[in-house]
């Protein structure tokens, strides 16, 4: 079945730590997304892929930033991770701006 | 600016008893409005778009409505299983690049 993978499903890391979040697609479209969603709170965008065109919002922080190398993987790197950063790491993609976006099933992140 | 509000924040109900959620909407030039479902600790997984005043989709025991202002999910003889929050989504504006969320009603049903 065509899919969103979003790995790993959890992880933890520490104070100040990098970490690297993945997401992959089956589903061959153009847009993907980075969302970033705290306990009972909406999902907020982070930033998003048009292929290989890249849109920051304005909102996002320095210290998020996000990789494409190909049509199928997009990473979201966190340079140095703060206790505020703790949250649900979600990725979406869609076919195009106006098109559904379709959700993985999250990484959660744990700031120790 | 783009703003989605849902009503209530929570909703508990007995298996059977029908309900409704609002959600009420201010854009600029509305593109479409999504409805997803998302379970605790897993991502949202979409349920219906609706792109016009008058527009209705149906699946099962949900149907979703649309007027210039808002939407309701109305849920029909619920079952514990469809114990979700649901998450309202609205795609505004010239480039349309992106979903404002409304903040989600959490729904409950009891057995």
């Known amino acids: 079945d065509a899919m969103v993978i979003q790995n790993p499903r959890y992880q933890v890391t520490q104070f100040g730590k990098p970490v690297t979040l993945s997401c992959s697609q089956t589903l061959n479209h153009n847009v993907m997304y980075w969302y970033q969603q705290k306990s009972s709170q909406a999902p907020k965008l982070l930033f998003h892929?048009?292929?290989?065109?890249?849109?920051n919002e304005a909102d996002t922080p320095d210290n998020f930033q996000s990789r494409r190398p190909n049509t199928s993987f997009c990473f979201l790197d966190i340079r140095s991770p703060g206790l505020g950063d703790a949250a649900m790491y979600l990725c979406?993609?869609?076919?195009?701006?106006?098109?559904?976006?379709?959700f993985g099933p999250g990484t959660r992140l744990t700031v120790l | 600016e783009d703003q989605v509000t849902q009503s209530p924040e929570a909703l508990r109900l007995q298996e059977g008893e029908s309900s409704s959620l609002n959600c009420s909407y201010t854009?600029?030039?509305?593109?479409?409005l999504f409805w997803y479902r998302q379970d605790p600790g897993k991502g949202p997984e979409f349920l219906f778009t609706l792109y016009s005043a008058g527009e209705e989709k149906e699946k099962e025991r949900l149907k979703a409505t649309l007027t210039k202002k808002e939407s309701f999910l109305h849920i029909t003889a619920p079952k514990p299983e469809d114990s979700a929050t649901y998450l309202c989504a609205v795609q505004a504006g010239k480039g349309a690049q992106k979903l404002v969320f409304g903040q989600g009603t959490r729904l409950t049903i009891n057995p």
């Open positions: 854009v600029s030039g509305l593109r479409g």
């Open positions: 979406a993609t869609s076919r195009d701006f106006l098109s559904v976006q379709f």
């Open positions: 892929y048009y292929d290989k065109d890249f849109n």
